[in-house]
């Protein structure tokens, strides 16, 4: 059930399902008063459908990221499954299940007193993986395949808890000062099961969408290991698979048409063996890219050459 399922089991009205039920998923959450509780330092970003912020948490003694939902998005959102009989879980109630060094920690998720749903997670002292590929940053240099490593890592937990992340992208990673790999937003996230797995779920972003999304076909894990696939690609040769293209039509229309490009032709200095790799996690067809990120991450350690 969603998040604004919850509003109402807070603010008065009738909860959607038995009552029970409701209780037991929203008695983790909390009502929280933004501008008493927090110290909001400064917007560290702003998604489509949230705002994020660098706070002092006055409860909890430090500093965390306050993600805030913008609640009519979220809504909207959230009535895609709805309208087909499917009680998606809230961002917030993903989150508090992940428990994974590779993925950001949620200590608390709620409801603020503007009635916006919003998360309270660790803050990760670094930058997003799209600012250090964006600036070929010194920190890439020996330990590109490291951090393929630990994001597989990531999605091998993500997926044995029965998730599919969505929206896998170098903008939803972030690497610490230490090199440690958080995979972060879960706002598109939805269940492994079948019926979250049916025909028609488009949401993403243009670049990693896999064809068979992009086909509304039936999906399953495989369509994060081709988000991984891109987000590998761009960071050993710091363009896409394909030539960038000026509307998201073209991009969609290019990732069932149009083959990629070589790695080796934009960055020379890749073996083979890593070339193979990337290719292999973009393939067209689901049943040719790796079986699972186990699978790409064992292929990744089984590198002559890991100092990229």
């Avoid at 969603?2 to 929203?26: E, M, S, T």
């Avoid at 909890?60 to 009680?87: A, I, N, P, Y």
């Avoid at 797995?197 to 509304?216: H, M, Q, V, W």
């Avoid at 710091?238 to 960055?267: C, D, F, Y």
Wanted: glycine residues 6%.
């Amino acid at each position: 059930m969603g998040i604004f399922d919850g509003l109402k089991y807070f603010f008065g009205g009738k909860a959607a399902g038995p009552k029970k039920a409701v209780f037991k998923k929203r008695a983790k959450m909390s009502i929280i008063d933004v501008a008493k509780r927090f110290d909001l330092r400064n917007r560290s970003g702003q998604g489509s459908m949230s705002k994020v912020w660098n706070a002092y948490d006055n409860k909890l003694g430090r500093m965390v990221c306050l993600k805030v939902l913008d609640k009519e998005k979220t809504k909207k959102f959230e009535e895609r499954f709805s309208s087909q009989g499917l009680s998606k879980p809230g961002e917030g109630e993903i989150c508090m299940e992940l428990r994974h060094e590779n993925c950001v920690q949620t200590y608390e998720y709620g409801i603020t007193t503007d009635r916006e749903p919003c998360l309270v997670m660790e803050w990760i002292d670094g930058m997003g993986l799209n600012y250090l590929i964006e600036t070929n940053s010194p920190q890439l240099k020996g330990n590109r395949v490291n951090f393929l490593i630990q994001l597989c890592k990531a999605l091998e937990y993500l997926h044995t808890q029965k998730y599919l992340h969505r929206d896998l992208c170098p903008r939803n990673v972030m690497v610490s000062k230490d090199n440690v790999v958080k995979l972060i937003d879960f706002g598109l996230t939805i269940p492994y099961t079948p019926d979250y797995c049916r025909p028609g779920n488009r949401t993403g972003t243009a670049d990693y969408l896999a064809p068979e999304i992009i086909k509304r076909q039936s999906t399953d894990h495989r369509v994060d290991i081709f988000a991984l696939g891109i987000t590998a690609y761009e960071i050993f040769t710091g363009q896409m698979p394909w030539e960038r293209a000026m509307s998201s039509e073209e991009t969609l229309r290019r990732h069932l048409n149009v083959p990629p490009r070589e790695p080796k032709e934009i960055n020379k200095n890749l073996d083979d063996d890593i070339s193979k790799i990337l290719i292999q996690a973009i393939a067209r067809n689901p049943a040719e890219r790796f079986a699972s990120a186990k699978a790409m991450r064992e292929a990744l350690e089984s590198l002559e050459r890991t100092d990229y």
